[in-house]
């Protein structure tokens, strides 16, 4: 695969992203996204419903055309390249798209001939996608005797069929239970051992982007935040301790006069906020005075990343715009 | 990169033998399916079984047909299997309302294929179950008079494949633009139900009125059925009158159009078709 032109695919991003905006009518969905995606990386794209999250993966899938600016996905431009972008990524939809009469192989040996995959390796590859994410002794049954869990796998497993060089995944995990939802991040740990592929996921999950390299958040068109899910929890600034003890009201006075922090009784536990809760515990116990009985130390979550920046939470933030997603209002209107 | 892993595999880029086997791949799929669905068979015959013996029977004794030296049936047998080609391949077409549904179709339109090779798989499934199906009444031609002559059986075959072609062409561009299953059933009553009657599967187009002869020459199914009925006459023994009145061939304004003309309108037809299809779908997707 490396007769391609230009520089060797390894140097060039997978996903490059300048200035792409997108415009549905008077709704303006995407405002302008600037992105690299190094090749590895375990790239998460995070937002409430109509963020403009799913208009730009289906940008990059070469399956909505944008406004204006530059997209290029593994090295190829999606508006001038489309073939070529197509055969280097696998696409995971958040809807499915199986043929539930078929059983699981015959799935991916349409999809194989589809996407043109080598005769002579076929047969092998789809073993080897259809072992890893623990389908292969299922091959042979009709899709529509899979568990919800067993279809996303499955479709995870064509998605990597061809080869890409960019899985994208639209919300893999949606409508999944917490146990498969976890195990779909296992096979996609996994995955990423076997194979040097870049994946790009969105999620409105803010546990499951914990397991990518790094993420961006975006809000109504834009994103506000980019870096790793540390770094990002890292500028939010505060861990919370929460501690009960045998004289609350002891402990709070100490906390202001002898640490300088301001604690409140919140939920039952004296409640703080300090920069690094696992060091500030040792100096917590050595000089609080009053007998601790229990600590908890809370690390800011990506939920508390997403209120820093868009000042609400991601569930608030879905509520007042639920029809102001531009591609369900499209729909609605029956576009 | 991911050549040095095991079974990481080469694709190659476009190319017109990546589109055939596309277009393959998807007429496998039709045929899968079609096995795997018994009753859709069994149902399928159902209808023309019931015109041929049902209708056909039923009507012989008031239908005089020419002289009397060909029976109703007989007539009717040409018309009745472009029937049954009729429904099964329009259902072929239009079942791409069921995979839009199911999200396969966009399984189908993210490939790095042409919305052409895709769509010409599709009518090739669809016309080969179509003429499949229609071999079970072909069987049947003894029982109503029909020889079982090779070159007669072969032709029929033939024209019947170019008809369900034709067929799921137009149900292909029929789906394009619905959304929704339950949207599905009403078109079929509203446009191939119409091709049938207007078509002289079932009765002569000889003698019509002008506003039916106008109709019927409209309808591309029309010039599928004609040479269907020709070539079974000629394998009959029947008077000049008689053929004349049952087997009128196709008039224009006082020209017959020959057979050949009328088969190259079917094919031509099959390629307008898929084109409307093909733009069709690359638009709404």
Known sequence: ?335 | MSTNTVAAVRVPTGGLAHQARAALVVWQREMIRFGKDRTRIVSSLVQPLLFLFVLGVGLSSIVSAGNGSVGFTTFLFPGVLALSVLFTAAFSGISMVWDREFGFLREMLVAPVSTTAILTGKCFGGATVATLQSLILLALAGLVGVPYSPVLLLTLVGLLFLMAFMITALGLVLAARVKRVESAMPMVQLIITPLMFLSGALFPLSGLPTWLAVLTNLNPMTYAVAPMRTAVFDQLDVDALTRATLDPGIVWNGWAVPVAMQVAIVAASCVVLLAAAVARFTRTE
């Open chain 1, 1 to 335: 695969m490396g007769e391609v032109s230009g520089p060797p695919a390894v140097q060039r991003p997978a996903v490059y992203l300048r200035g792409l905006v997108k415009r549905y009518q008077e709704v303006e969905a995407v405002r302008g996204i600037d992105l690299d995606v190094a090749p590895g990386e375990t790239f998460g794209f995070l937002g409430p419903n109509g963020a403009g999250k799913s208009t730009t993966i289906k940008i990059l899938c070469t399956l909505v055309a944008a406004t204006s600016g530059t997209a290029r996905v593994a090295g190829f431009d999606v508006a001038t390249e489309r073939d070529a972008v197509r055969q280097h990524i696998g696409l995971v939809f958040q809807e499915p798209t199986l043929d539930t009469y078929l059983t699981g192989e015959q799935n991916l040996r349409f999809h194989g001939e589809l996407y043109g995959v080598d005769r002579s390796s076929a047969a092998a590859r789809r073993e080897e996608v259809l072992r890893m994410v623990g389908l292969w002794e299922r091959r042979g049954d009709p899709v529509e005797t899979y568990s919800g869990g067993m279809r996303r796998r499955l479709e995870i497993a064509r998605g990597l069929l061809h080869s890409p060089r960019v899985l994208f995944l639209d919300e893999p995990t949606i409508g999944l239970d917490p146990q498969t939802r976890a195990s779909i991040w296992d096979y996609l740990h996994e995955l990423h051992r076997g194979e040097q592929i870049t994946v790009f996921v969105t999620t409105h999950y803010m546990d499951e982007a914990e397991n990518c390299d790094r993420i961006a958040i975006m809000n109504e068109g834009r994103i506000v935040a980019l870096d790793t899910p540390g770094s990002l929890k890292a500028a939010v600034g505060h861990d919370r301790v929460q501690i009960t003890t045998a004289d609350d009201h002891a402990a709070i006075e100490a906390l202001r006069d002898r640490f300088g922090l301001d604690a409140a009784v919140r939920e039952g536990t004296v409640t703080m906020a300090v920069a690094d809760g696992a060091s500030f515990v040792p100096q917590l116990f050595a000089g609080l005075g009053t007998a601790i009985r229990s600590v908890t130390v809370t690390r800011p979550s990506l939920d508390d990343v997403f209120l820093a920046h868009t000042g609400s939470t991601i569930r608030d933030a879905e509520q007042p715009r639920g029809m102001a997603n531009p591609v369900v209002a499209a729909m609605a209107r029956g576009r």
